[in-house]
């Protein structure tokens, strides 16, 4: 509706993806009980671990935590009391060392390095979608500021082939008769991705 997969949050949500999708098949290609309780266990900590913050915090909490659901996802398997943090990673790993050993390197090294800068708001981000070259050849190529931050080149195709990469997974750990459908644009275009002006100039300014 708001063209939002040619805005940052796109870019920002692509990343995400990326990671779920990089996790689930190490998860799927390692497949064995410890590995997925670790992944369990590790985010029942993170609840664990944000629950006990907003006890401990002053003033008002942020309005996007819910505090009874991070109490309940921090309890639901073991009482918190029992409950490690681990302030690590859930694997004692990384992403690149996952999607190496789980043949998802493709991946990684499509999705995940550019459209992190959006995640940590990098140089490199801000000045894609956010400044244009200066015209007047006084001002020496300086960049300036945009009203409003550039159209991005969509994600949506990229979303699409995590998704049925996933999907796949999915199918392999679970067969069934029944082949889980794939996601697919229908029904309007694609988005006009080819039509982008990239990095266009703005018009001189005094
Ligand atoms: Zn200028």
Redesign the pocket.
């Known amino acids: 509706m708001h063209r939002i997969h040619t805005r940052i949050v796109g870019a920002v949500a692509l990343r995400s993806l990326a990671e779920v999708c990089i996790t689930f098949r190490y998860l799927a290609h390692t497949d064995s009980p410890t590995m997925w309780q670790s992944y369990r266990v590790y985010g029942a900590g993170q609840a664990k671990l944000a629950f006990l913050k907003t006890q401990q915090g002053y003033g008002d909490l942020p309005n996007f935590l819910d505090e009874s659901t991070l109490h309940a996802i921090a309890n639901e398997d073991t009482w918190q009391e029992y409950v490690d943090i681990d302030v690590g990673h859930w694997a004692s790993s990384n992403l690149r060392k996952l999607a190496t050993d789980c043949g998802a390197k493709d991946l990684y090294d499509k999705y995940y390095d550019w459209s992190s800068g959006f995640i940590h708001g990098n140089w490199a981000a801000v000045r894609d979608t956010n400044f244009v070259s ?3 050849p ?2 020496r190529l ?1 960049r ?1 500021p945009r009203v409003a931050h550039r159209s991005l080149n969509s994600v949506e195709p990229d979303a699409i082939r995590l998704a049925n990469d996933m999907i796949a997974v999915l199918e392999k750990l679970f067969p069934g008769d029944e082949k889980i459908p794939r996601v697919a644009i229908t029904g309007r275009e694609a988005s006009p991705t080819a039509a982008n002006p990239g990095l266009e100039t703005d018009a ?2 005094s």
């Open positions: 200066c015209h007047n006084l001002h300086h300036i001189p300014h």
